[in-house]
């Protein structure tokens, strides 16, 4: 086996970095409802790639594909509470969330297919180009502003979480929802919180990945086994968790990819995702 040379090696594992900080993104808010919420819930991946089409929309209208925020971010809240009203109203259990979210993946795909078609789409922008060097190594933009971005907001929601009354409540509320309610919570109102929250953050990660990725349809899918695998190695309800080990699965899938074969790459969330169910059953 040939080595590859110290300058690709660490462009590599830069650009594993800036992958893993959008799994990590994706998957705040899908281990948030996971574990807080106890809801399944697959129109997460829906919902950010429908942000990102709407970027991809809006952008071409002429509107700075940031200032798109200013619409995605409230619209998508809004979605968000949508679907935990829907799924509280009708009581739907854990697994069967999983079903629901599933389908209602499957109408927001079709959308997708009815306005924008299933070809390929690329978000041309002033940011896409933009990069700059450090040594031998190209940093771009777009994916660093998206790692920026996953820390930050990370941290922040960890910080509220922890230090908030607001995110005391809402951890009293996922530990023993009838107890905190008896003591005063408002559990269906922060529940609701926090799936619009929730929603908001896929239209964030939607935003950051038109800005870096051409986008179609099904890759809907495709982005599900490496989010999961992230969102349950980082924890359930953890909102730094799927950051480190979203960068932990990205940097691996980048050594992959250079020391043995890019096909070779996708089998490494799913072989995490595995050895994590059969070495922590209970805890998943």
């Known amino acids: 086996m040939n080595l590859p040379s110290g300058t690709l090696l660490a462009q590599s594992l830069l650009s594993g970095v800036f992958i893993g900080g959008l799994y990590g993104l994706i998957g705040l808010g899908l281990g948030l409802t996971w574990g807080l919420l106890h809801i399944i819930n697959l129109s997460h991946f829906a919902l950010a790639f429908l942000a990102a089409y709407l970027c991809y929309q809006l952008a071409g209208s002429g509107m700075d594909p940031l200032a798109t925020l200013v619409i995605i ?40 297919q009815y306005f924008w078609t299933a070809d390929f789409r690329k978000l041309e922008s002033a940011y896409s180009q933009m990069k700059f060097r450090v040594g031998e190594l190209y940093v771009p933009v777009p994916e660093l502003l998206t790692l920026l971005v996953a820390i930050l907001l990370s941290f922040g929601i960890w910080a509220a979480m922890r230090y908030t009354d607001l995110g005391r409540a809402m951890r009293a509320v996922a530990e023993d929802g009838p107890m905190a309610a008896a003591f005063g919570v408002d559990r269906r109102g922060l529940s609701l919180l926090l799936a619009g929250t929730c929603g908001a953050l896929a239209g964030i990660a939607g935003v950051c990945l038109a800005l870096s990725f051409t986008l179609t349809p099904a890759q809907i899918y495709a982005w599900v086994g490496v989010v999961f695998a992230a969102v349950m190695l980082g924890g359930l309800g953890s909102p730094l968790g799927p950051l480190a080990a979203g960068v932990f699965i990205g940097v691996t899938e980048a050594l992959t990819s250079v020391l043995l074969s890019p096909s070779w790459a996708p089998i490494v969330s799913f072989t995490l995702l595995i050895a994590l169910l059969l070495v922590r059953p209970g805890k998943t």
């Open 73 to 112: 971010v409230p619209l998508f809240f809004a979605l968000g509470v949508a679907i935990q009203w829907l799924l509280a109203r009708y009581r739907v259990s854990p697994f069967n969330s999983l079903l629901a979210t599933f389908g209602i993946t499957a109408i927001i795909e079709a959308g997708i």
